[in-house]
């Protein structure tokens, strides 16, 4: 167990609202990424997070924005959700160092975009 | 690029039975990680093992193995007297070495739905 929560775990939400999800973690970890898992795709990187204040983009940014004001909670707003974006969406931490990193996950958020 | 592959979408099995799940990867890195998450139907994502590149030691915990082939870019897992808890959707995924502090960024390919009958 990585200390990882995750909220809201179930959203419904309608196309055009922005949404907010939040990762909160309790162990101090530095590195933050939230992924997306949708059928035929696995999971993919959306936005990561080295430091407070210190986000980069993924693979699948377009449509997201993050933000870190402090190390244990990175938030992952949909600007203004579309019926794509319907998802479950996993965040995670890396424990470990020098090459021995190994990323954990939250429990996951299950969003319907109508 | 990196790309991993899983080209079992799903397989079935009988309890007891052995069961290997295959996993290609594609990297220009020579030093890279990989590897198995398991998730079962409850949806959470539980690691199972990382293995670093230049380590090709085959490794085995309890009834599951894992094979990792540098010269075929595989590293398939297998699991002995399969039972039905092992049912799950399981991913391979790859990173890259990083330096200066970037980030390992995981590549997952797209799983392996594993059903085992009682």
């Known amino acids: 167990d990585a200390g990882i929560t995750q909220s809201p775990r179930h959203k419904v939400t309608e196309t055009g609202t922005p949404v907010t999800l939040r990762c909160h973690q309790t162990?101090?970890?530095?590195?933050m990424y939230w992924y997306r898992q949708d059928p035929g795709h696995g999971l993919r990187l959306i936005h990561y997070?080295?430091?407070?204040?210190?986000?980069d983009k993924g693979e699948v940014s377009d449509g997201y924005s993050v933000s870190r004001s402090k190390t244990e909670d990175f938030l992952l707003t949909l600007e203004s959700a579309t019926s794509s974006q319907t998802s479950v969406y996993f965040c995670?931490?890396?424990?470990?160092?020098?090459?021995?990193?190994?990323?954990?996950f939250g429990p996951g958020t299950r969003l319907l975009v109508l | 690029a990196q790309k991993v592959t899983q080209a079992q979408t799903e397989i079935s099995v009988v309890e007891k039975e052995d069961v290997t799940l295959d996993c290609v990867y594609e990297?220009?890195?020579?030093?890279?990680?990989l590897f198995w998450y398991k998730q079962p139907p409850s949806g959470e994502l539980v690691f199972l093992i990382r293995?670093?590149?230049?380590?090709?030691q085959n490794e085995i915990s309890g009834r599951y193995s894992w094979n990792f082939q540098k010269s075929t870019s595989s590293f398939n897992f297998t699991i002995t007297a399969s039972q039905v808890v092992d049912s799950a959707v399981y991913f391979c995924?790859?990173?890259?070495?990083?330096?200066?502090?970037?980030?390992?960024?995981?590549?997952f390919g797209t799983g392996t739905l594993l059903a085992v009958q009682p």
């Open positions: 162990e101090n970890h530095r590195y």
């Open positions: 995670a931490i890396s424990q470990g160092q020098g090459g021995e990193e190994t990323q954990y």
């Open positions: 293995r670093n590149s230049f380590d090709e």
């Open positions: 995924a790859l990173s890259e070495a990083y330096y200066g502090g970037a980030t390992n960024k995981l590549i």
């Open positions: 997070s080295y430091g407070v204040k210190d986000t």
């Open positions: 990297t220009r890195d020579t030093t890279y990680y």
